[in-house]
């Protein structure tokens, strides 16, 4: 570990950076699903209705699926009671989870702003930026190779993201493993820009803008090669092993193995400083679950779960538990590999952030009215919310919160004062309820 000051000093120009790891899933999370099975008969009283309820997480147990980073409860926060009524809800949230904001099906022109992922990240700079990671697919197959996103780096834009660990560990660390290829990249690059630069001089206006935004963005390409090129050797001790069955984009992996080659990937990029934020899609409704402990022969549809539909005999309320537990597995190993990093006077952990949350609310089909968070937070996060299942107001109430005012609070928490983030929450307007800001009492 003795070369990680080195790495982090040079992607932050020697600042100590502040990391965030959003991890979103599909088919929802019931909010019952996160409540603590030792609650008192009051505390569960109010839970169950929904009333702003605040307990220690140290004397109570996990649920089940949770029990996996039972070691760690005092880093650990349940948020319940955020809504995402002004975000797509339904199957699938595309962009607009991470926007708060109504995109529609996954167009363009629906993309009003740069996701929240994208500006946490200007706050800490590194080589890439962003990391988007993805495991989805078309129900039989997962994708595989670059594809859309779905974060934006900016309105009426898509971010790209790598689908499938190989591809990921191939561009991502490529400096390293195939220095001739980032070669030939920038030689690419420069050819592009130039025909880019002439066929804008003959274009006007929001054609004009698009173009303008692929030449930034071949240049801000050409710039991280540039920077990665430079941390190479330090890279070097770092690369992740990968089995050779991730090899052509792993069409033989199981779900399992695609899971926890993402995570090594992923650690392996915060750790060389290639990247100070992730987003990773774990799951999709259109994800193909193969190999899941206990239904190794089934090919599972996640969606035909979320209309309780069950698998070699066992219901679908047991195999979307074992879906999550595969899932926080991976949150666990993410917790207890960054704990071993040294970074300052503690370790890598103590300035990150991971946020696991549904993308598209309370349930299968939901409404937009709950979006339960499990969030696990190091010692460096400007936060008071650690070690505490937190419920708030619920919506349309008095004191409501929805998922812009909880983006507004990592911000402000980190360097950004916007007086809001994201849309505002119709119903909370008719209402005529204070909806703008921050949630104060979470800010140190």
Known sequence: MAMTPSLFANATHGKVPKRFIFIR?????????????????????????????????????????????????????????????????????????LGAYKSGRNSLS?????????????????????????????????????????????????NYCYADPQTAYDELFKSVTNPGAVKSDNAMLKFLQGEESFKAE??????????SNHISSIESIQSRNRKVAKMSGAIAKYLPELDK????GGPNATSPEKQEAMTEILIAALITGLTNVVTYTIDELSTPVKGLPGNEGDH??????????????????????????????????????????????????????????????????SHGTEAPFIVMAGDNC???????YI?????????????????????????????HYGDQDLEMSRKKFDQAGAIKQFLV
Not at 382 to 388: E, S, Y
Not at 391 to 419: D, M, Q, S
């Open 391 to 419: 419920r708030l107001p619920y919506h349309a109430t008095e004191g409501h919160k929805t998922i812009g005012n909880w983006y507004t609070t990592l911000l402000n928490a980190h360097g950004n004062p916007i007086k």
């Open 25 to 97: 899933k599909s088919n929802g999370i019931r909010p019952n699903e996160v409540a603590l099975p030792t609650f008192s008969d009051k505390e569960k009283a109010l839970d169950g209705k929904k009333q702003p309820l605040e307990v220690g997480l140290g004397k109570h147990e996990l649920p089940g699926w949770l029990r996996a980073l039972e070691g760690h409860k005092q880093h650990m926060t349940i948020l319940q009671g955020l809504s995402c009524k002004m975000s797509e809800n339904g199957h699938w949230s595309y962009s607009s989870v």
């Open 110 to 158: 629906g993309i009003k702003r740069a996701t929240i992922d994208f500006e946490l990240a200007k706050l800490s700079p590194s080589p890439f930026g962003h990391v988007e990671l993805s495991l989805t697919g078309n129900y039989s197959s997962f994708r595989t190779g670059i594809v859309a996103g779905y974060s934006a780096p900016a309105p009426h834009q898509r």
């Open 202 to 211: 003959v274009l006007q206006g929001y054609e004009k803008l698009k173009l």
């Open 245 to 248: 069955v991730h090899a052509n």
């Open 382 to 388: 400007n936060l008071d919310i650690a070690g505490r």
């Open 300 to 365: 599972i549809s996640i969606h035909e779960l979320g209309h309780n539909g069950g698998y070699s005999g066992i219901p679908a309320e047991k195999i979307r538990e074992k879906i999550r537990m595969g899932h926080i597995k991976q949150v666990a190993t993410i917790v207890e590999r960054l704990k071993k990093v040294p970074e300052g006077n503690g370790t890598m952990f103590d300035n990150t952030m991971i946020l696991y949350f549904p993308e598209n609310g309370e349930g299968h089909h």
